[in-house]
């Protein structure tokens, strides 16, 4: 008796389980089983992204390290105006600026998903969250004089 030619086949790679195929048709990356990181440039900086899932659903957080905050020997007046564009950023409600503990300045942000997350989605979102920034980053950017900043 010979076995019908399906069930002879090698299995799906496991790639496969990572992705689920939505009503419209569409590919997506299954949140439950795939987290995605990915890095791209925005506003002359590097920024790193990520997926994760929370409890209350999935999320993409963005981060990208701006420099040192600059001491007060380099200007009081420079540190001032820094700082204060940076608690200005605090009134975004997604994407902001912020000193580490280790007097670093980030952009950070962070953007919630829907469940069925496509790749597009992802990118809008970080978009999204740059955008948000922006105006900060580029304002900063005029302040500190180490910045680099990118060819015309």
Known sequence: MNMPTVLNRPPAPAELNEVD???????ALNQERANVTFGFRACGLPFSAETRLTDAGPVLQIAADI???PYSAEGVDMREAVHAIIRS???????RLMVSKQKHIYCVGKAHLNETWTPTALLTAAAE?????????MVLRDVLPRWAKPAA
Request: glycine share 12%; proline share 8%.
């Open 89 to 95: 950023s605090h009134s975004s409600p997604s994407c």
């Open 21 to 27: 195929v939505l009503d419209d048709g569409s590919v």
């Open 67 to 69: 420099g040192g905050d």
């Open 129 to 137: 969250l740059v955008l948000e920034a922006r105006p900060y980053l």
